[in-house]
T-cell receptor
Framework: DSGVTQTPKHLITATGQRVTLRCSPR?????VYWYQQSLDQGLQFLIQ???????AKGNILERFSAQQFPDLHSELNLSSLELGDSALYFC????????????FGPGTRLTVL | QKEVEQDPGPLSVPEGAIVSLNCTYS??????FMWYRQYSRKGPELLMY????GNKEDGRFTAQVDKSSKYISLFIRDSQPSDSATYLC????????????FGQGTILTVHP
């Protein structure tokens, strides 16, 4: 158990809908990272937050947004969902900003029907 | 062409075998190299973290980096059924600290 928690474990929704994925980092970690894992694209970096501020962005779609709250938990919002958004979404955390030693949560499996 | 290439396998070996997992990369800016293990329906778990060219050993695992050839490897000695998982290489460098770039992952099965 990495100490990173993610909810929900599974999410099934329809195209065009909006969902929110939640992540709580390990105790003491200030940085949160979001990744998407799909069969065709593999594991891809989406966005990073450090102590409430956005620090880095990857290939994150404009329909996706994230934020980190004062208690350091983070939410990833996915809107206008498409079939291709079906994937595993992982959150990772680290003590420092831009750390290469990241601890991953168990993921949220999103299915868009 | 992807920045990081990794043979997806699957790779099936008998218990006790030496396993070799490999990745090649094209981005010369990559400086830090990691291997993650991912069990089915779980998140990736950091196994090895290296910086310089050469070998790094941790128990039954050895990570090897050859920056001149842009090639990294993970060797698993005396493989066990509990090593059955997907192994992902990851790398980062330049000004992109924290933005890990992953290979596709190699599915490994160690059978008794």
């Amino acid at each position: 158990d990495s100490g990173v928690t993610q909810t929900p474990k599974h999410l099934i929704t329809a195209t065009g809908q909006r969902v929110t994925l939640r992540c709580s980092p390990r105790s003491g970690d200030l940085s949160v990272y979001w990744y998407q894992q799909s069969l065709d694209q593999g594991l891809q970096f989406l966005i990073q937050y450090y102590n409430g501020e956005e620090r880095a962005k990857g290939n994150i779609l404009e329909r996706f947004s994230a934020q980190q709250f004062p208690d350091l938990h983070s939410e990833l919002n996915l809107s206008s969902l498409e079939l291709g958004d079906s994937a595993l979404y992982f959150c990772a955390s680290s003590v420092e900003a831009g750390s290469n030693e990241q601890f991953f949560g168990p993921g949220t499996r999103l299915t868009v029907l | 062409q992807k920045e990081v290439e990794q043979d997806p396998g699957p790779l099936s070996v008998p218990e006790g075998a030496i396993v070799s997992l490999n990745c090649t990369y094209s981005n010369s800016a990559f400086q830090y190299f990691m291997w993650y293990r991912q069990y089915s329906r779980k998140g990736p778990e950091l196994l090895m973290y290296t910086y310089s060219s050469g070998n790094k050993e941790d128990g039954r695992f050895t990570a090897q980096v050859d920056k001149s050839s842009k090639y990294i490897s993970l060797f698993i000695r005396d493989s066990q059924p509990s090593d059955s998982a997907t192994y992902l290489c990851a790398m980062v460098g330049g000004t992109s600290y924290g933005k890990l770039t992953f290979g596709q992952g190699t599915i490994l099965t160690v059978h008794p």
